[in-house]
């Protein structure tokens, strides 16, 4: 080192280290990062919002059939609790009243779904049907383990039945 003639004291030097964190090559790094995480984020959104467009176009009896058959899915795949199947099975099929018929169901009891679909004179087959799969849970909870997995999938059975059945014919 030198020393300064004029003052006689050493000459100041920078610091001689400096933090990874304070170079150039970090912040370019975090700036990267940030960009391609929010692309990423950008693309999953897209893919979402497609899918959700996708599916709004399809008729109410195909929507109620895809999520009939992602539950039996679910159910075949891992032990599915009989109250959860029996819960996401009325969900399914109040949706698919709603959309399909108009009808102000999503917001009642299983009770109430069936005096309102007597209320307004549908078939006794269907509304029979409808009882049958609201208050499944009702009669599984006493039943021992292979009996309530039969009844849960003769109930995913009726259900598909009963849409497959209310599905309009094209006229020729």
């Known amino acids: ?37 929010t692309v990423i984020v950008c693309i999953a959104l897209y893919k979402l919002y ?22 039996h899915d679910a159910q075949q795949h891992s032990f599915v609790e009989a109250k959860e199947f029996y819960a996401s099975l009325g969900s399914i099929v109040k949706i698919y009243l709603h959309n399909r018929f108009g009808y102000d169901v999503l917001s009642k009891t299983d009770d109430e779904v069936v005096e309102y679909l007597q209320k307004r004179q549908m078939e006794n087959e269907l509304i029979e049907d409808v009882r049958a ?40």
């Not at 959700?52 to 058959?69: E, F, G, S, T």
């Not at 109930?155 to 094209?170: G, H, S």
């Open 1 to 37: 080192m030198k020393i300064d003639e004029k003052t006689g004291l050493y000459e100041n030097y920078g610091l001689w280290h400096v933090p990874f964190w304070q170079t150039e090559t970090f912040y370019f790094i975090i700036k990267i990062t940030l960009v391609i995480a």
């Open 50 to 71: 497609a899918a959700y467009k996708k599916r709004k176009k399809l008729p109410a009896w195909q929507c109620a059939v895809h999520d009939l058959q992602k539950l």
């Open 133 to 172: 799969l609201l208050q499944g849970s009702i009669f599984i909870k006493f039943a021992n383990g292979a009996a309530a997995q039969e009844q849960m999938n003769n109930d995913y059975e009726r259900a598909l039945f009963m849409i497959k059945k209310t599905i309009p014919q094209k006229n020729k």
